[in-house]
């Protein structure tokens, strides 16, 4: 069903950007606890947050590059 | 304002029958600006070095203390593909936010080219260049692994293991993701960087600009690491005390 492309390519990124984004939000939300009690680490946990946060992100661009191919194919 | 962008990327002109893809062209200025970046550091080389000698061996230490923290001692060999691959990366995705580059920045079709779309455009946001660092990443561990372990080695480490061929679809989902997580994260910030200069064209692009500065390097970094990662699980000495420090 060709008219229900753009519905597709609207669920897959929205769909696709809930686990990523509860993802980001518990990585980050753990730093800023480590942070909170040990106010020294931060420099040592910049790094392999950022890390982190890059990998969970990835899956939100996964699903970001399939709306990108359906937003393609409307019409 | 309609917004229009297309995801492959346009063909400016066809050498001897192949299409040469805008992306390709800022692939190549990418090389250019670091062949001519590394020659001009290397002339005159002095053991105390100054200006830009001394920033670019400050990188290339930065390269190498990663490359031994992740992969202990041994770490120096895998420096020319990682350090490669993130001085490539990083290149190529802050010089994709400079002026000429991509659909945001040419408003008319462009009649010199052959696809009639912008003759630049960030080399990263295109599949086929990120695939194909993430091939050569995977031809590189693939022939590391049979370096350590042998081809016997290689073979059972791909087909034994409970599950069987569980290692084998990793070894294949490994290049995937790199390629893909790369081409996305560029192409997304291209695509934004696109709607943001149709929404305010006003000083509010730079602001994603800078975002995007960001994005380049850590996705580089990213690139690298995993990299870095895989060579090293696939030269692991099974019970000659290989050891791998996770992480930072």
Redesign the interface.
Known sequence: MPELTPLAAGLAIGLGALGPGIGVGMGVSKAMEAIGRNPEASGTLFLPMIIGLAFAEAIAIYALIIAFLLFGRIG | MSVEF??PPGVVFYLAGIPVTSTIIAAWLASAVLIALSLAATRRMALIPGGLQNFIEFVVEGLLTLCEQVAGPRGRAFLPLVGTLFLFIVTANWMGILPFYAESNWAHPVPWTASHGPPLRSANSDLNVTAAMAVIVFLWVQVTRIRTAGLLGWLKHLTWGPPPLLELIAEIARPV?LA??L???I??GE?LLLVMSGLVPVAVPALFMGFELFVGV??A??FA?LTLAFLVLASAHHGAGAHHEA??
Do not use: D, E, K, T
């Open positions: 297309h995801l993701s893909l997580r081409f996305g994260n192409l997304a695509v850590v996705q970094l990213i690491i992480g930072h």
